[in-house]
């Protein structure tokens, strides 16, 4: 059984900053990327941000120079660092994990439950 438990969401007047952190636990071997994707309603789920075993991030354009993702590989947990945040970031947030589970052969995805983030302009 593995679990992604994402925490940190809330509501946020525009200009203002969030920190989300997503822990992952259960029977783990390893993990490859984390990231961070969201959905606003009407809309599709779309990716926020990515970051390798070695640090290598990758952002969406909207959120380049606004949001940092970083992670603790000795806790399984990946985080993303809101700042200058707009409106147009309201949506649900949800931890995505690329992993391989204990006595399984292959990486497989597992998402979080997802945590609302409401940005008020």
């Known amino acids: 059984q593995v679990q992604l438990v994402e925490s940190g969401g809330g509501l946020v007047q525009a200009g203002g900053s969030l920190r989300l952190s997503c822990a992952a636990s259960?029977?783990?071997?390893?993990?490859?990327?984390m990231g961070w994707y969201r959905q606003a309603p009407g809309k599709q789920r779309e990716l926020v941000a990515t970051?390798?075993?070695?640090?290598?991030?990758n952002y969406a354009d909207s959120v380049k120079g606004r949001f940092t993702i970083s992670r603790d590989n000795a806790k399984n947990t990946v985080y993303l660092q809101m700042n200058s945040l707009k409106p147009e970031d309201t949506a649900v947030y949800f931890c995505?994990?690329?992993?391989?589970?204990?006595?399984?052969?292959?990486?497989?995805?597992?998402w979080g439950q997802g945590t609302q983030v409401t940005v008020s302009s």
């Open positions: 259960g029977s783990i071997f390893s993990i490859n990327a």
């Open positions: 995505n994990s690329d992993l391989k589970r204990r006595s399984f052969n292959s990486y497989s995805q597992y």
């Open positions: 970051i390798t075993k070695d640090g290598s991030t």
